[in-house]
């Protein structure tokens, strides 16, 4: 293909919030050396697909869009979690230029670079990239990761093999990335990591430096520090050790959100030692209990599994017991998936599918009658929501207990105000249903 001074890059990314970080950084480095993005296929002289491959599901919906891709536009370059199996690629879709693996940040441009080369280099004052990087968020709030990869070896998970072991940011880099983005105009922080609450770890602590002063790079200084920054800070992907406990008086104090979202898996002692999750052998509702007693806005939000290998009724029962009692706001259940490279695979006294789906249905049917009665509690109360979008006299919010795209929303009648994406606002919570809040503007 002939050169051109400003080729054009397609982009599709799938996955987790992880990978949109992982993608933001290979456009912000892509936007740097030259290239344009270019949101379709057509216009697009070679298309970038990052891929996620984390379960059966996900792994056909990364080979769909790597087939329409080729399909689409012929020249294509895969990256992400499903790099790993760089040969299955290959063999279902000969003709793509190359394969990367997950955080190949420098083989993924490096592979644009060959096969689509530019003849003209980046101008810091004609080709601007905001000091922020490009975001694929919307412009008030952005996601920031401060590690990559987990030292755990849950059975149901492959993350491990694809990302390798824990590798923190120096806390230092992550306050940079978030005073920038901050002055960028982001209004609200998500945190996130395959494991929040390990972060650090790995390089024992160190102590870095931001703005001149000394600070470990660890859990609690890290969300001491963010909570300086004014702006709304949510903790993704938080395991439930006890130096979490250490956070709570910051959320009481409102330095950061009243938000956790925590990935219990289960309940059963039993399976969770059959799952290898860490934190197992904590008694997790001893400690939200006394965190609700610190702090008692919080917010859970949790992931669980039905029907891992294994699983009796009376671990099922066990589980929907636990729900009952931790009365958590926000949660997501699955039924057991083999992952291909799973360690679950090879466990004893596979649950039958039916059996599993069955389970799936009380177990989210349980939980809709506990998150619709949370919800009910909140009307008449009075909240600070962050508007996302106005669409006429509606507007759509989140409150201190929404993240964006998981959990429920704040329904607000604009009325004659001027509101916009980004602006903090007062409401009183007039209704609730199963899953949202809907909100009256207060005041001015």
């Avoid at 799973?342 to 177990?363: G, I, S, T």
């Amino acid at each position: 293909m002939p050169m051109s001074a400003h080729p054009k890059v397609g982009f599709v990314s799938l996955g987790c919030p992880k990978a949109l970080v992982d993608s933001e950084r290979i456009l912000t480095q892509l936007r740097t050396d030259g290239y344009d993005v270019v949101p379709d296929y057509d216009n697009a002289d070679l298309v970038v697909v990052n891929t996620c491959g984390f379960i059966d599901s996900a792994v056909a919906e990364s080979m769909d869009a790597i087939g329409e891709a080729i399909s689409e536009n012929g020249r294509v370059i895969v990256t992400g979690c499903l790099g790993v199996k760089a040969d299955e690629i290959k063999a279902q879709f000969p003709k793509v230029l190359a394969v990367t693996g997950p955080q190949a940040y420098e083989e993924v441009v490096g592979a644009v670079h060959t096969h689509l080369p530019t003849v003209q280099k980046h101008d810091p004052f004609l080709d601007l990239v905001p000091p922020q990087g490009i975001k694929l968020t919307p412009r008030h709030y952005a996601y920031l990761k401060i590690s990559e990869g987990c030292n755990h070896r849950c059975s149901f998970c492959i993350i491990p093999s694809m990302r390798g072991n824990l590798v923190s940011r120096d806390i230092g880099d992550v306050m940079a990335e978030a005073e920038r983005l901050k002055n960028a105009g982001v209004r609200e922080l998500l945190i996130i990591s395959q494991d929040t609450s390990a972060y650090g770890v790995d390089i024992k602590y160190r102590t870095a430096f931001w703005n001149g002063r000394p600070i470990k790079t660890r859990m609690l200084e890290l969300c001491e520090a963010l909570g300086e920054l004014g702006i709304w800070v949510r903790l993704h992907y938080v395991y439930p050790y006890p130096h979490v406990d250490n956070i709570m008086p910051l959320m009481a104090e409102g330095k950061i959100l009243p938000y956790l979202d925590i990935p219990f898996q289960h309940a059963s002692p039993r399976i969770l030692k059959s799952m290898k999750r860490p934190a197992a052998s904590e008694n997790n509702l001893t400690r939200i209990k006394a965190w609700r007693e610190i702090c008692p806005e919080l917010t859970i939000r949790s992931t669980f599994i039905a029907g891992f290998p294994g699983e009796t009724d009376e671990d099922f029962e066990h589980l929907l017991e636990f729900l009952e009692e931790a009365q958590l706001d926000r949660v997501g259940c699955f039924a057991y998936s083999p992952v291909d490279g799973a360690k679950a695979n090879e466990l004893e006294n596979p649950v039958p599918e039916e059996l599993k789906q069955e389970r799936l249905q009380r177990f989210m049917e349980t939980q809709a009658a506990i998150s619709a009665n949370r919800l009910q509690a909140k009307v008449g109360t009075r909240q600070v929501v962050l508007i996302d979008s106005v669409n006429g006299e509606n507007a759509i919010a989140r409150s201190s207990a929404d993240a964006p795209e998981i959990d429920g929303v704040v329904h607000v009648s604009v009325d004659d105000y001027e509101i916009e994406a980004g602006d903090f606002i007062e409401v009183d919570v007039v209704q609730a249903d199963e899953h949202d809040l809907y909100g009256q503007i207060v005041g001015e």
